[in-house]
């Protein structure tokens, strides 16, 4: 089974900030990796899938990158609605999602 | 709208089963795959089944498979979770989610959530 490690679990950052979070697969994952953002109470939503693509309606200050076992997902400058919960998912073998990272205002 | 609206959670006793279901609105359900992904509390998510557009394949990690079966009605728009010999680390939020191409998941419902406990 593949195994994702996500980094940070929690973030502090201020509105205007460039944030990044990071997923380490335990094999590679041919970029099939995935983000989403969690709100309290609300259903996950996603946000870029296959390491890089911008579902649509997502603002362009969200970023993805990687290949291989690292991958990155990147806040160019945060906005109040963009503190939550975010995690990464391979679908490269079957399904494994990332621990999660808190993102707080500071 | 894509909408999921999960429902049938609620308290069960360890050993007991559960049924899920979530109903689904706003596409033409036959044409995706569907999930069930599940949380625990304060945990990380897990992907617990996965079932193919007309129902004749599915999908599940070795932490439920032979004690959790998914199924679908089309022609009801409708995915269920059975859910057998429950375990108190069941005990979770369970999402319905729909997939894009058997591989990923694009929509998502509330979740509802299930306590496993005597």
């Known amino acids: 089974d593949i195994q994702m490690t996500q980094s940070p679990s929690f973030l502090s950052a201020s509105v205007g900030d460039r944030v990044t979070i990071n997923c380490k697969a335990s094999?590679?994952?041919?970029?099939?990796l995935n983000w989403y953002q969690q709100k309290l109470g609300e259903a996950p939503k996603r946000l870029i899938y296959?390491?890089?693509n911008l579902q649509t309606g997502i603002p362009s200050r969200f970023s993805g990158s990687g290949s291989g076992t690292d991958y990155t997902l990147t806040i160019s400058s945060l906005q109040p609605e963009d503190f939550a919960t975010y995690f990464c998912?391979?679908?490269?073998?079957?399904?494994?999602f990332g621990g999660g990272t808190k993102l707080e205002l500071k | 709208e894509v909408q999921l609206v999960e429902s049938g959670g609620g308290l069960v006793q360890p050993g007991r089963s559960l049924k899920l279901s979530c109903a689904a609105s706003?596409?033409?359900?036959?044409?995706?795959?569907m999930a069930w992904v599940r949380q625990a509390p304060k945990k990380g998510l897990e992907w617990v089944a996965t079932?193919?557009?007309?129902?004749?394949?599915?999908y599940y990690p070795d932490s439920v498979k032979g004690r959790f079966t998914i199924s679908r009605d089309n022609a009801k728009s409708s995915l269920y979770l059975q859910m057998n010999s429950l375990k108190s680390e069941d005990t979770a939020t369970y999402y319905c989610?729909?997939?894009?191409?058997?591989?990923?998941?694009?929509?998502w419902g509330q979740g509802v959530m299930v306590t496993v406990s005597s």
């Open positions: 989610a729909r997939m894009v191409a058997n591989g990923y998941f694009d929509y």
């Open positions: 706003g596409f033409t359900f036959s044409n995706y795959y």
């Open positions: 079932i193919s557009t007309s129902g004749s394949r599915t």
């Open positions: 094999q590679n994952i041919n970029k099939y």
């Open positions: 296959n390491t890089n």
């Open positions: 998912l391979q679908h490269n073998s079957f399904r494994t």
